[in-house]
């Protein structure tokens, strides 16, 4: 049977018991429990999402693993060309062909590092503007009209998941 169908048929069994709860959802909830398989299919849902988190979690760590070991990578590849000048410069020459490459050195430039971004002149500084959403949620919350620069999503229900 297909999602939809299911929910159909849970949402027609919910209607028809929901009057004879007289407001008690832990009732209706239990009485849905007996009546459908509303159990397992959140039991399946809930099992999924876990399994995905797990999922997501082991992909952070590899992320963190991999950017790691790139950033050794690229440490040992500026050793190496450190190296390759060192041989060019002990060998008297500026450049040197190979089958597939042609080395080279040459003087590099002066890089300029900022020691201490705070004591930089306002003159040499950038300065970035981001929509302040608080002020803006204050203001217009609930708001019947917006101006043209804003709208109003619809409400989504909130799903929580507390484990035990």
């Known amino acids: 049977m297909n999602a939809q169908v299911q929910l159909a048929e849970l949402r027609r069994i919910s209607e028809t018991l929901a009057p ?16 459908t398989n509303i159990d397992r299919m959140l039991a399946r849902l809930w099992e ?31 050793n190496f060309k450190r190296a390759i000048g060192d ?12 089958p597939e490459v042609t080395l080279s050195v040459r003087p590099g430039k002066a890089k300029l590092v900022i020691a201490d971004k705070d004591a930089v002149p306002t003159e040499y ?17 609930g708001a019947e009209t917006l101006p043209n620069w ?15």
């Open 48 to 78: 999924q999402i876990a399994r995905d988190t797990e999922t997501l979690t082991g992909i952070q760590q590899r992320k963190a693993a991999l950017a790691e070991r790139q950033g050794r990578i690229e440490r040992r590849v500026e």
């Open 87 to 98: 041989v060019l410069a002990a060998g008297g020459v500026k450049k040197f062909e190979l």
């Open 125 to 141: 500084q950038r300065a970035t503007y981001a929509p302040d959403k608080t002020a803006i949620n204050e203001v217009f919350e």
């Open 20 to 35: 004879l709860c007289d407001g008690d959802e832990q009732l209706l909830a239990d009485m849905l429990e007996g009546e």
């Open 150 to 164: 804003l709208t109003r999503e619809p409400a989504k229900p909130v799903v929580s998941a507390r484990t035990k």
